[in-house]
């Protein structure tokens, strides 16, 4: 049963070194556009990170940047 808990978890710090991949190689990019997908991104994958550790402050922050980034996606876009 531990065995199963420490599973668990490892599969969250996947999640969240997904997430971190992501937020990273948005600083790659010189489209505002790739910059803002891969940043949302990475920013869906740790509001999941987020709930799955119980981190409210982790939810909250990126949940913001989830719906910031795609208002300014939807603005890019109708240009």
Not at 19 to 41: N, Q
Not at 42 to 69: D, E, K, P, R
């Amino acid at each position: 049963m531990a065995e199963s808990h420490k599973q668990k978890g490892m599969n969250n710090e996947i999640i969240g070194f997904i997430a971190s991949f992501f937020v990273l190689i948005c600083f790659v990019f010189d489209e505002e556009i790739k910059i803002r997908v891969f940043d949302c991104i990475g920013a869906g994958l740790f509001v999941i990170y987020g709930i799955l550790i119980h981190s409210y402050a982790n939810i909250f922050m990126n949940g913001a940047l989830v719906i910031i980034q795609c208002y300014k996606l939807r603005k890019l876009c109708k240009r």
